[in-house]
């Protein structure tokens, strides 16, 4: 553990850090406060494998973070130490790209360099000059003024994850990231709408919190924000009023984090300077794997027994199928461009009994129609991919953006979806 420095020392440094920055010292990690003057890259510290500052307690660190160790991406992040998870990322859309390049704490803020010097990444301008940057047992990594405000923290800006004391508000949301080495914004979004809590992809929604099994609705009214604690996780009114909960086994800590796999899981931590968790199996959403929308990749149908193929389609060389005919299905980048609509389309059967995860949770497009109007409104729209009709309700779905996996049909609602994909010969 690394010494706490007294309360005058750390104010002294903080002055003198404000007045006459100090030149980088490699190597020693700081407790809770840094003051202006400070330069971390990987390679300084790279006895601790990045690791600069740690929380109070050490429940966190911030880090020059290379995730699944490759050497061509480097994040400031903050890490859950004892389990070395991390659940912040400040500069994901522009990786340091160099284990020796600097990462700078100045009277103007933080600010991420290339090998050759350029600025990749920075906070934004401030009023008042920065006087320290601080990392709480919370795990909120914030700038502050001389006189303690905050003038920046990284709770205001979650990325695919959320802590116990942090909130996000309606209108926000989580984005996955690319993979697990690859910190840019992935396809999946968590996102907080004024009556629940939903996962996207690619614009098609694929599981919403109060149709969990596991949730309850305790009231209705306007979610103002979400937020997760010792005993739950919750969608919660302006007046702190429970709205959605979850209830979950006590524990001291918990992380909500979107996967690169588009999978929801609450991370649960008996204590917050712990990497143990408590027995329970854990929170997963969707909670049914084959509700994910790339469960078998696109196109590839998720069955109990694992992965396979729709009668008329075969395995294609990247993870999903596609179809044994040779036709090509329309993707959503050969549409649009101004090009000619004039390609005949024609459509494969899906079969019956094969669903798809967007008709769970959407409405239908249109109702009372029949099959040949539907098919005839997903052929005059050059964005429809392909289309679900209902014959005993007449209900038409169009699948509107890129298609994704097939789950088996849940045969004991005695549903009878009918799925034709669009594709051109
Ligand atoms: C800095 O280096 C990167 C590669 O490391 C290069 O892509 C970029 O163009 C360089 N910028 C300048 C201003 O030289
Ligand atoms: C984040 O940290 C700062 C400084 O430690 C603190 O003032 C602020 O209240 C924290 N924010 C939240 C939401 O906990
Ligand atoms: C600022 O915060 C530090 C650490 O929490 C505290 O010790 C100090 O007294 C505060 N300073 C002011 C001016 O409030
Ligand atoms: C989720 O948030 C993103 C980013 O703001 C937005 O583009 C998307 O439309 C939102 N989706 C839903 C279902 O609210
Ligand atoms: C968690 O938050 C809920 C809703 O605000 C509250 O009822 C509950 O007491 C909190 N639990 C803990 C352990 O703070
Ligand atoms: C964890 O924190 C508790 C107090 O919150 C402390 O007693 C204990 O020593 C800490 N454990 C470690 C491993 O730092
Ligand atoms: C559209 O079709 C016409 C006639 O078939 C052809 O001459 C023209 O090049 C096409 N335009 C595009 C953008 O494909
Ligand atoms: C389907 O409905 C359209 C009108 O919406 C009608 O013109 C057409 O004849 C119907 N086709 C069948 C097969 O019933
Ligand atoms: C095609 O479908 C998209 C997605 O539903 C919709 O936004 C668009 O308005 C439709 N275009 C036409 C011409 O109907």
Same mark, same amino acid.
């Given at each position: 553990m690394p010494t706490r420095l007294p309360l005058a020392a750390v104010l002294l440094l903080l002055l003198l850090g404000a007045a006459a920055p100090t030149p980088a010292r490699g190597g020693r990690v700081a407790t809770e406060l840094l003051a202006p003057g400070f330069t971390a890259s990987y390679l300084l510290f790279i006895d601790t494998y990045g690791a600069f500052l740690a929380s109070r307690s050490g429940a966190f660190h911030a880090v020059v973070y290379n995730p699944g160790q490759q050497q061509e991406r480097f994040y400031l992040a903050v890490l859950h130490?004892?389990?070395?998870? +991390?659940?912040? =990322?400040?500069n994901r859309a522009a990786p340091? &790209?160099?284990?020796?390049?600097a990462l700078q704490l100045t009277a103007s803020g933080i600010s991420a360099e290339d090998p050759?010097?350029?600025?990749?990444w920075s906070t934004p301008p401030f009023g008042e000059p920065v006087a320290a940057l601080r990392l709480d047992d919370h795990g909120n990594l914030s700038l502050l003024d001389a006189r303690n405000a905050? /003038?920046?923290?990284s709770f205001d800006r979650p990325t695919d994850s959320l802590l116990s004391s942090q909130r996000l508000p309606a209108g926000a949301f989580l984005a996955s990231a690319a993979s697990g080495s690859d910190f840019?914004?992935?396809?999946y979004r968590l996102n907080v709408t004024a009556a629940d809590a939903v996962l996207t992809w690619m614009g098609s929604m694929y599981w919403r919190l109060s149709n969990?099994?596991?949730?309850? =609705?305790?009231r209705s009214g306007t979610v103002a924000y979400m937020a997760v604690n010792g005993t739950g996780l919750y969608l919660l009114?302006?007046?702190?009023? =429970?709205v959605i909960r979850v209830s979950l086994p006590a524990a001291e800590l918990r992380v909500v984090r979107l996967g690169y796999d588009g999978k929801l899981q609450i991370q649960s931590f008996? !204590?917050?300077?712990?990497s143990k968790s408590p027995m329970d199996g854990g929170f997963v959403?969707?909670?049914?794997?084959?509700? /994910?929308? /790339?469960s078998c990749g696109a196109l590839g149908l998720c069955t109990p027994k694992g992965c396979t193929c729709p009668p008329l389609f075969a395995a294609s060389h990247d993870a999903g199928c596609t179809p044994s005919d040779g036709s090509t299905p329309l993707s959503v980048?050969? +549409?649009?461009? %101004?090009?000619?609509?004039?390609?005949p389309v024609s459509y494969l059967s899906l079969g019956s009994g094969v669903a798809y995860f967007?008709?769970?949770l959407a409405p239908p &497009?249109? !109702?009372? %129609?029949n099959v040949s109007s539907c098919q005839a409104l997903c052929t005059s729209?050059?964005? +429809?991919r392909g289309y679900f009709y209902d014959d005993s309700s007449l209900s038409c779905y169009l699948v509107k953006h890129e298609l994704g996996s097939f789950m088996n049909a849940d045969s004991t609602k005695g549903s009878d979806k009918l799925g034709y994909i669009k594709g051109v010969a």
């Open positions: 130490a004892p389990s070395k998870t +991390c659940v912040w =990322v400040a340091i &790209t160099d284990r020796a390049a050759n010097g350029t600025t990749i905050t /003038l920046w923290q840019s914004e992935g396809a969990d099994a596991s949730s309850t =609705v305790e009114a302006a007046d702190g009023g =429970v008996a !204590s917050a300077n712990s959403a969707p909670s049914d794997a084959c509700a /994910l929308p /790339l980048s050969s +549409c649009g461009g %101004g090009g000619n609509n004039s390609s967007a008709n769970k &497009t249109v !109702s009372g %129609g729209n050059c964005s +429809c």
